[in-house]
């Protein structure tokens, strides 16, 4: 399996019709459930003061994680960093 | 309790003593698997291709972060960054 | 307790209506003074020349100055850096 | 009186005599707790998890300060950004 | 006295009111040569190339420097830097 | 499998010993051809003017990478930068 | 010949024509191709989590690479970041 | 006479009036041309891959300079850049 | 003439001779004061808490402020930039 | 022919010995001097207040720029940027 990292940076812009924006953020919540409660998505934290987050993923491959991310109903409004990440020596 | 996502970029001196540097890396080992047997370093990842770790901490408080990562036996050789986390709205 | 270094910078756009842009300014002032009364927002300073403030939070947890801070009514018109402060050795 | 905001990185080298380093150090404290009880140096916090500092001065001057931070046993081993503070319309 | 170097990027939105546009110019050179006669906005340059300003202000203090800048007639369309300046030693 | 994008920029120290260097620079071409001729590393380009190159790598996964990566005879006077790359649709 | 590394990162306006938009992704792709085809767009690959693509471009001349890049339906969308390339030592 | 370096970087918004941008283009090649014939406007390039030019200029005095900047008629879509050149020692 | 705003970031090394670093502040300091004597060096100021200065030049051409700086005792410890000034339209 | 427009960096360490700084200064002026003259250096200028250049090179290919760039005597010494430039529609 593959482990990445992905902070993501959500910046909805002020002029979207406010019912476009709610079922788009409900879309979104319930997209990343799924993925969480299919093991995908491993990790989502908040960051204090931010309307981001940074998550954790487990994927096939960064071909899956590419579909998975670019499907977010938020993703036209997002930064997107990506980090591959690899079991360090230290880790139990 | 509080999260905090640390990152870690380690860079040891070329000219540190060889058997300092062995000693001082296998401390820092020990030191973070204690920690993560006591469910304080809950996890630390490789960032892949760089002697760097993305790590999440699980604490009582910042005060009690500081003091963790202020004893590593690498901290003079690290930049730190820190960042507090909290629950996001979506995870299950 | 911890304690939490906040900068804010605050960047409401020129086509807000007038009259949300007043009420929006005028609920921040009272919200911030009434978390001052309470001690959770211990220091407001202005930054010269700029619209934007260090503050320092002194709260519960990092979970409670999330709630706080995206509950600011200019939250949506900002970019805030959150940094955790600790007792400094030389603090008396 | 005027208000500024400092932050303090220290970067002490690895090469520094020991006995020059920890007398440094203990002078640098002695100074520091010597101006907060003049209450000059008004707030000092750590920020965690790095060997750096957020403090506030109440001087007469932005001359009184350069002073006082030129004086700093510690000063050619810091990089230090001041930012000129005023009251904020919201401060109780 | 307290003197202050302050960088001035000016950035006026083209859909700005042609009218609104050039009365706030004209304000705002008014305001400007105002102070100057006071001997407060001590010097006032034109960046090469830019629609920005190098200034110095002589002023009682910080807050009031905070005070002229934010009754900038072009304030809302401004970043401005600030930097405390002191007397250098070679100064004659 | 997986395509990574590497960016590697070397910077050998001038005090390195001479013979060292030769050695572990000769033990970089030969550990770099091995690995193209096994069809991990497919591409390696120098980027003008600078001792740094571009790669690409085709690995079963990211873990496999970081051990390549890191066993780089000039790992360590390198900084990496690693990103993920996925098929493009447009891509023949 | 000449080679080049091209990042192409693209911000489609959210406010173009929903039909514009599909007929200039077609034709970029379209364009892409044909020069794919020809031998000239020697790699295109797309950079997991964002709407960018790292490519490689063997060209007559840097001439010739500018005015394909321009000729690039979504040109007026893209940042654009050029990087001359040539043989690697180590290159089989 | 003074040399500058000069680079401009130019974004026109995709909203200005068809027959204003094509004439303000036409206008721009025609003030360049005339200040290329009069020997002020020494070198102008395109960079590959950017709506952006490096230039040189040879004038009277950088006053001279940012009159003729100013007077760009695309000069509100522009960011500019300016360096003074002087002349290389190992310049024929 | 020709105005310049510079900024000095002087940074001498720590081993350098105590008394090479004691003549060459000197030097600096009777170079700089014979500048300010002619009217070339017209402003000279301290940055607070920074080893660091802002000098405005007064001088023919940057051929002569690039002789004035490069000649400076301290120049090969100090990062400089020059920007050229003009004259701004609301100086008095 | 394909054109390149290079900014070169110098930083010599304080700690070279005199003599090779000498002779490895005076090899970059002839090996420059004698590429002007051969019309591949087409322009050199240095940048005013630092120890930097830019330089425009006419050659047959970026393979050839490497060469003649990481032959510069003072190349183990330098941060080079490379950009290529094309024809501008408005040169004359």
Redesign the interface.
């Known amino acids: 399996?593959?482990?990445?990292?992905?902070r993501m940076d959500v910046d909805i812009?002020?002029d979207l019709d406010e019912q476009v924006r709610t079922d788009t953020v409900a879309r979104?919540?319930a997209y990343?459930?799924q993925l969480?409660?299919e093991g995908t998505w491993v990790?989502?934290?908040?960051?204090?003061?931010?309307?981001s987050?940074?998550s954790?993923f487990d994927v096939e491959?960064?071909?899956e994680?590419?579909k998975i991310?670019?499907a977010l109903p938020l993703f036209?409004y997002m930064d997107?960093?990506?980090?591959?990440?690899?079991?360090?020596?230290?880790?139990?």
Do not use: C
């Open positions: 399996m593959a482990l990445f990292h992905v812009p002020r979104e919540k990343s459930q969480q409660r990790h989502i934290w908040r960051i204090v003061g931010q309307y987050n940074i954790v491959s960064a071909d994680l590419h991310l670019t036209p997107i960093e990506v980090m591959p990440l690899t079991r360090h020596p230290s880790a139990l």
